[in-house]
């Protein structure tokens, strides 16, 4: 496995739920922090939520701060994005990636999964 594999994109109503799941391609020195990223049609690719393997919490945009939770199984090496009181904005494709520190920076993250489609329907 060379990149990371996301999963768990739908459509859902506005208020609903969702959870994605992040296979990263590899925890290792190089990738020790798991981010998710999102890009909405005719927009930037923007920062979701990180977590770092090594412990602690994770981090969040302001616009998902209190709605979405981001957490990792080390055994299983999977990263979860807890999606709840989802909305229309939220809309986009959820990419997960792999980087070397803690940061909300796309450029700083090296490793990119293909993307999942979450759609919000209002």
């Known amino acids: 496995q060379v990149q990371p594999v996301e999963s768990g994109g739908g459509l859902v109503q506005a208020g609903g739920s969702l959870r994605l799941s992040c296979a990263p391609s590899?925890?290792?020195?190089?990738?020790?922090?798991t981010a998710w990223f999102r890009q909405a049609p005719g927009k930037e690719r923007e920062f979701v939520a990180g977590i770092n393997w090594s412990g602690g919490s994770g981090w969040y945009a302001d616009s998902v701060m209190g709605r979405f939770t981001i957490s990792r199984d080390n055994a299983k090496k999977l990263v979860y994005l807890q999606m709840n009181s989802l909305e229309p904005e939220d809309t986009g494709v959820y990419y997960c990636?792999?980087?070397?520190?803690?940061?909300?920076?796309?450029?700083?993250?090296?490793?990119w999964g293909q993307g999942t489609q979450v759609t919000v329907s209002s």
């Open positions: 990636a792999g980087g070397a520190f803690q940061s909300r920076e796309k450029d700083h993250y090296a490793e």
């Open positions: 590899q925890v290792t020195f190089s990738s020790r922090v």
